[in-house]
């Protein structure tokens, strides 16, 4: 399949992942690209702890890839997802999506990432002047 | 049977180490070891939700347990 999923210890390089998804075959290409904001309703971040269930979440990702196969007329499908301390302003994760209209891949693209902040196991940890806090772990 | 549950994000701060040892009846579900993880540990009682997976999948209340299966608690998930 033309999926290639992964996770980082180290910076997600942009280039990479555009060189990857590019093709003749395609006639656009959506790139969604997360960075660490600078604040959470309204508090400064100082910066963010990734932690990921390694195998689980590569197997969830994939699922996420293949019903985005199943429903799209997509070519190709990047995720790049970092773990580990990350400053303001870096890059915890990247999706590219190729197809050869433009539609299937933004539509892909917002799908890939909605429902990987749904359901694969990856978690981050807010870190702010005066605490930290896992988000979403309390009501 | 002696199972390890694997711990991550808060539950491994709510568990204070990255896995647990727990011991199960033979034929205990998913729903079982829940009852077992928020007796020893009431704080996962907190929690927005959790999920436990069995060898990387989701897992349902009444999904049995085997012995060797890798089990991992996994708190309300926030990546990307």
New interface residues.
Partial sequence: MNTVIKIFSAPLNIQSATDWIMSPESGGIDVFIGTVRNATKGKPVIRLEFEAYEPMAIAEMEKIAKQAFEKWPVQKILIHHRTGVLEVGEIPVIIAVSAAHRAAAFDACRFIIDTLKQTVPIWKKEIFEDGEVWVAAHP | MNIKV?A???S??IFGRSSVNLELANDATVYNLKYVLEHQYPRLK???SYMI?VN???ALPGDTIHERDEI?I???????
């Fill in positions: 694997l991550f994000g808060i491994k701060e907190q929690l927005a997976a990387n999948e989701y991992a996994i708190p309300p998930v926030s990546g990307g």
